[in-house]
């Protein structure tokens, strides 16, 4: 009976991590769509691009290359706090997806493409000993220089490291390998996840709302 619950947890947490990824791609894909059709959409009241019934390939090819002239003045021109917790928690949800979804694609077989699990004489290293090394010397690096680009970049291994650790919270609070036992805590993951997710979205469309200040013309 205890493998059996256990297992259930175990799809449980995969069912969990799956829709997560899939709400993430999801909202990413909804976020660049929009913008595309915003700005192809000002851009033909304007005739600043050839109408889509006349020219669609061109006027499609221009509404994707103003977009991302858009997303980029945008991400460059916001403040380097905004611009570091974008980074941050764009990369730990990617990382907390990631690993969730390698992991449960490890139960089943040795390798994922370049991936395996990592065994040390008879010791399985985990991988929020990677996550830890990341997020403090990432964080003590930051600290260390105090400068505003630098801390930009070093917000990505520092959301990294944080994925990493986090996804084996289980583990360290039980320190017991529990990885798929913990029902409760991969839903505490699960929501960290999705609000990291949310938070990151919402800067993104701050972001492209001040590059189209920026890139568009005034009478856009």
């Not at 009241?45 to 109408?51: G, K």
């Not at 010397?137 to 990505?156: F, K």
């Amino acid at each position: 009976m205890g493998l059996i619950r256990s297992h259930r947890r175990g799809l449980r947490a995969d069912r969990l991590t799956f829709a997560l990824g899939g709400v993430a791609t999801a909202l990413a894909g909804l976020v660049v769509a929009g913008e595309v059709a915003r700005v192809w959409r000002r851009a033909e009241e304007t005739e600043a691009l050839p109408p889509r019934s006349e020219e669609p390939l061109l006027s499609a090819a221009g509404a994707v290359a103003e977009t991302a002239a858009v997303a980029t003045r945008g991400y460059r021109d916001v403040s380097a706090r905004e611009n570091a917790l974008f980074n941050l928690f764009t990369s730990f949800v990617v990382t907390f997806i990631s690993v969730r979804a390698i992991t449960t694609l490890l139960r089943d077989r040795r390798t994922v493409g370049p991936f395996r699990n990592v065994i040390v004489g008879r010791r399985h290293i985990h991988h929020y000993v990677p996550g830890i090394l990341l997020t403090f010397l990432s964080g003590s690096a930051a600290i260390a220089t105090r400068h505003e680009g630098v801390e930009s970049w070093l917000a990505i291994p520092f959301g990294a490291g944080m994925g990493l650790t986090l996804d084996e919270s289980a583990l360290l609070l039980e320190l017991d390998d529990v990885y798929w036992s913990e029902e409760g805590i991969v839903s505490v993951q699960i929501g960290l996840a999705a609000i990291a997710m949310l938070s990151a979205v919402a800067l993104a469309t701050r972001f492209l709302r001040r590059g189209e200040q920026l890139v568009l013309p005034n009478g856009w």
